[in-house]
C-alpha cells in the first residue's frame, strides 16, 4: 500500500483508472529500459554449442517478447537472427538463395539440416565402428594364422 500511496498520478481520478495503476506499478518494478541496449542483447545472441534449433529460437522469441520489439517486425527480425546466429555456417547460404522467405520456411531449413547432421553423424560412427570391427578381426585372424603355422611356412609364404 505504501508504495500506491507515494505514486503521484496526474490527476486524482487516474488514481482510480486500473490501466493507469497498472502502468505506474510496471514502470516501478521493471524501471526504465534501454532500447538501443535490448537491441544489442537480441543481436548479438548466438546459437551455444549444444543448443538446439528450436531452442535457440524459442530463446530468440523470448528475447523479442521480453524487449516488447514490434510486432510488424518481430518474424523479419527472427528470421535474420536465426541465420546470422546459427552455428552452421553452410545453412547461412540458404536465405541468399531464397527470395521472400519466411520464418516458417527459416525455421524448417534449420531444422531439415539439424536431423541431417544428426543421421550422418549417426552413420558415420556405425560405418567406423563396423571398420574398427573389421580390422579388429582381420588382426585377430592374422595372429591366428601367425600361431598356428610353423616359422618355415611364415617365411616362405612372405618371399612369395
Request: net charge neutral; with cysteine; proline share 1%.
Amino acid at each position: 500500500m505504501e508504495i500506491f500511496d507515494g505514486m503521484h498520478f496526474a490527476e486524482g481520478k487516474d488514481r482510480n483508472k486500473l490501466d493507469m495503476v497498472i502502468a505506474k506499478f510496471e514502470a516501478f518494478c521493471i524501471g526504465e529500459t534501454n532500447k538501443t541496449h535490448e537491441c544489442f542483447i537480441f543481436n548479438s545472441h548466438d546459437q551455444k554449442d549444444g543448443e538446439s534449433i528450436e531452442q535457440y529460437a524459442t530463446a530468440l522469441c523470448t528475447l523479442c517478447q521480453m524487449y516488447n520489439f514490434c510486432s510488424c517486425l518481430q518474424y523479419s527480425l527472427l528470421r535474420d537472427r536465426i541465420f546470422i546466429g546459427i552455428r552452421d555456417d553452410s545453412v547461412r547460404e540458404r536465405p541468399l538463395l531464397e527470395r521472400k522467405l519466411t520464418l516458417a520456411q527459416a525455421l524448417d531449413i534449420c531444422q531439415s539440416n539439424e536431423s541431417t547432421s544428426i543421421q550422418l553423424k549417426k552413420m558415420s560412427d556405425a560405418i567406423q565402428k563396423r571398420g574398427n570391427q573389421v580390422f579388429t578381426e582381420a588382426r585377430r585372424t592374422k595372429r591366428s594364422q601367425r600361431e598356428s603355422s610353423p616359422r618355415g611356412e611364415l617365411h616362405q609364404s612372405k618371399a612369395l
